[in-house]
């Protein structure tokens, strides 16, 4: 079923501002998002996780089981994780429609999305 005009156009419009969008470019374009160490620390402790949770299961000691369990998590985690020191880059002010630069904000999801939808509207506005 093909998508109708209007679909289409919007379609094009998101395509449009993901491409301008400097946070999502610097996330895909970003150094190595992984550390090979950490990766090989999570996937050892994976594997060690795995053997003390079958063993667990084995000897029917269920506290090694849980033991094991927590491991492959933990092992997971470690390897998906970044470094410490690679905390994000605050974003960058830009300026408004008055031509003031708004103060960098340290929040969350929605204020961001906040702030996009109060940008597009002063655009369309124009």
Same mark, same amino acid.
């Given at each position: 079923?093909?998508?109708?005009?209007?679909?289409?156009?919007?379609?094009?419009?998101?395509?449009?501002?993901?491409?301008?969008?400097?946070?999502?470019?610097?996330?895909?374009?970003?150094?190595?998002?992984?550390? &090979?160490?950490?990766?090989?620390?999570?996937? /050892?402790? #994976? %594997?060690?996780?795995? $053997? *003390? +949770?079958? !063993? &667990?299961?084995?000897?029917?000691?269920?506290? /090694?089981? #849980? %033991?094991?369990?927590? $491991? *492959? +998590?933990? !092992?997971?985690?470690?390897?998906?994780?970044?470094?410490?020191?690679?905390?994000?880059?605050?974003?960058?002010?830009?300026?408004?429609?008055?031509?003031?630069?708004?103060?960098?904000?340290?929040?969350?999801?929605?204020?961001?999305?906040?702030?996009?939808?109060?940008?597009?509207?002063?655009?369309?506005?124009?």
């Amino acid at each position: 079923m093909p998508l109708s005009e209007y679909e289409q156009r919007v379609l094009s419009q998101m395509e449009q501002q993901l491409r301008s969008d400097p946070r999502l470019v610097s996330t895909f374009t970003s150094e190595q998002r992984y550390s &090979g160490r950490r990766l090989a620390l999570g996937t /050892l402790a #994976v %594997l060690a996780g795995l $053997a *003390m +949770l079958v !063993g &667990g299961v084995a000897a029917s000691f269920v506290w /090694l089981g #849980v %033991l094991g369990f927590v $491991a *492959m +998590l933990g !092992g997971v985690m470690l390897a998906i994780s970044k470094p410490r020191g690679a905390a994000p880059k605050a974003p960058s002010s830009r300026p408004r429609a008055g031509g003031a630069a708004s103060p960098p904000r340290h929040s969350g999801f929605m204020q961001r999305l906040e702030e996009r939808w109060d940008r597009r509207r002063d655009e369309r506005g124009r």
